[in-house]
């Protein structure tokens, strides 16, 4: 059996607790995304507990987040279960791996019962696997975040996030530190699709409505809204390679 390292937060999690905690939320993975979700969900008074792989990210959030962090793996019931996921009203997975987001959901609701389940999906193809499955599905962070706070569906959410009559979507793609053809670019230089917009900018916690002379930068959110056949030539204008593959194999 592993052994469980808990870390609190060192400003002390019991005097959190004497709030009245709206809804009792556990998190799937620390990176940028799940760091976000933690600390956003845990300032507006809700029961948080994150489970992180990385004891060094764990530490870090333990010194900062008014959350309980479990350092383990989201797909092992044994670290689900000192989660307490039995009283989890919602389990969001949010890891950079499609695979194991799945995987998480499924357990926390087929051994512990989690009425709603939210995933961040890496690879918009296999969004749909997903809600076949039960889990909600999305890739922005934003829309993750309004799903967790709110009694809306998906589909009411999404909604304000994609015009499926226009064929159009919203997609926010996390720039990454190294390998992007579009840092260091200006805005106007990137060479998007006629069908794509930017709409904003997030870059250290401030969000930038973008014009054309601004740079693009290592670590930045960008959110635009593009045409749905053109979504994977604004990925690639950012990202400089192919979109991933969908999961192979059946459902069942």
Same mark, same amino acid.
């Given at each position: ?98 695979? @194991? ?131 994977? @030539? ?19």
């Amino acid at each position: 059996m592993p052994q469980l390292r808990p870390f609190r937060n060192l400003r002390g999690i019991s005097g959190a607790r004497k709030r009245v905690k709206e809804i009792y939320i556990v998190i799937g993975g620390a990176g940028k995304v799940g760091s976000f979700l933690a600390e956003r969900l845990a300032d507006r008074g809700h029961a948080v507990t994150v489970i992180e792989k990385k004891e060094k990210t764990c530490r870090a959030l333990a010194t900062s987040l008014d959350a309980i962090i479990i350092h383990g793996d989201a797909c092992d019931s044994y670290y689900q279960e000192e989660a307490q996921m039995n009283r989890a009203h919602i389990f969001t997975a949010v890891t950079g791996d499609d695979d @194991d987001n799945m995987v998480a959901c499924q357990l926390a609701s087929s051994s512990f019962g989690v009425p709603r389940l939210i995933a961040r999906v890496n690879n918009p193809k296999n969004e749909e696997i997903f809600r076949l499955i039960g889990i909600d599905a999305v890739s922005s962070t934003s829309i993750i975040a309004e799903l967790i706070e709110s009694k809306s569906s998906v589909g009411e959410v999404i909604t304000l996030h994609m015009m499926h009559k226009g064929r159009l979507a919203m997609v926010e793609i996390d720039v990454p530190e190294t390998g992007s053809p579009a840092c260091g670019k200006a805005v106007r230089e990137l060479g998007l699709p006629r069908d794509c917009v930017l709409v904003s900018i997030e870059r250290e916690g401030e969000v930038l409505v973008p014009k054309g002379g601004d740079l693009i930068l290592p670590g930045d959110a960008v959110v635009a809204v593009t045409s749905l056949d053109k979504e994977n @030539d604004f990925r690639q204008a950012l990202l400089g390679e192919a979109p991933p593959r969908a999961l192979e194999g059946d459902i069942r």
